[in-house]
């Protein structure tokens, strides 16, 4: 049997008010790699940018094996930055940016976990690329740095030699993903299925997120017509009738919503009627075709269909997997 190749050395940044998971998850992935592939295929290594413990989001303090701008003499091959919950808040470390910008361009590959992406952007590195980041955080990204190509539903996305992972347990899938790019495919298996988790998420890599919810926009009158169609997705709501209940013509009325709102009242009122679905499929009580007539589709392959244009996955695979995490809306009920 010929040598093993070099082992590759991976980094993880972790800040202060680090969030654990963004660090563990993926140093378990690339570890449990290197007992699947039966040799060191991976030296990892935490990274401060201080010495002495990094207290995380938990409260948990982490020892760092190195301090940036100081430690580091070997080449690295992957350089991911964890998130911290406030990463969108507090201004980035110039000394940490600095380095970052430095070493990130000697990397193999480089990237991010979670709201780490706001550390990458500071340091220029996601100018004119593709990323994601927490669907809650990707607006903020996306205002803050115009040049960068924020894609929101994304579990994880790459570009050339940058890699972005969604929030938290997304860390997991993208180190997942690299392990298959370096060992192939039957390790990385052996890897998911050693530490119980999906070597490829149902959706594909959609991000189940609440952003897409249909939150009223727009003057008074309209909002308080976008609550009443929430409350009833089951009712007609069709340009004609909510022109109607505006006491408003058609055309003027669509002309309106469209100003006000940025959408069309029909794309809105899909929105509003996926949402009560996932509600419904989250309960786990009724069947799609139940769900369907519920929230006002015409039918389960009607719901199929807008439920995979939004959320991004089938009914039925939904409501496997989140079944019984909500109460039941009171109209609804």
């Known amino acids: 049997m010929g040598a093993h190749p070099k082992p590759r050395t991976v980094v993880i940044v972790a800040l202060p008010g680090v969030q654990l998971l963004d660090v563990a998850g993926p140093l378990d992935v690339f570890a449990e790699a290197n007992v699947q592939a039966g040799h060191t295929a991976y030296v990892l290594f935490v990274a401060g940018a201080a ?176 609550r009443w169609v929430a409350a009833n997705p089951g009712l007609d709501h069709s340009v004609a009738s909510l022109a109607k209940r505006m006491e408003l013509s058609a055309r003027h009325f669509a002309r309106l919503f469209r100003a006000e709102v940025g959408i069309t009242p029909a794309t809105w009122v899909e929105e509003a009627r996926v949402n009560a679905a996932r509600r419904l499929l989250e309960l786990g009580h009724d069947a799609p075709k139940q769900v369907a007539t519920h929230c006002g589709f015409a039918d389960a392959d009607t719901l199929r269909r807008a439920f995979a244009r939004h959320v991004g996955v089938t009914p039925a695979e939904y409501r496997k997997r989140f079944a019984h995490i909500a109460e039941v809306p009171k109209h609804l009920s």
């Open 51 to 226: 010495p002495g413990p990094i207290r995380s989001s938990s409260g948990v303090r982490l020892m760092p094996d190195r301090i940036i701008d100081r430690d580091f003499q070997e080449p690295i091959d992957t350089l991911l930055v964890a998130g911290c919950p406030n990463a969108a808040d507090v201004p980035a470390d110039g000394a940490v940016v600095d380095w970052l910008r430095r070493r990130a361009a000697r990397t193999r590959r480089f990237g991010s976990v979670c709201s780490g992406a706001f550390f990458l952007a500071a340091a220029g590195l996601l100018d004119g690329r593709r990323v994601t980041t927490h669907w809650a955080l990707a607006d903020r990204l996306a205002e803050r740095f115009p040049s960068v190509t924020v894609e929101a539903d994304a579990l994880y996305v790459t570009d050339g030699k940058l890699r972005t992972a969604a929030g938290v347990t997304a860390g997991l899938d993208l180190s997942l993903a690299l392990v298959e790019e370096d060992l192939g495919r039957e390790i990385a298996m052996r890897v998911a299925s050693q530490l119980v988790m999906f070597f490829k998420r149902p959706g594909g890599q959609m991000q189940f997120t609440r952003k897409g919810e249909a939150v009223p926009a727009g003057r008074a009158a309209l909002q308080e017509l976008q």
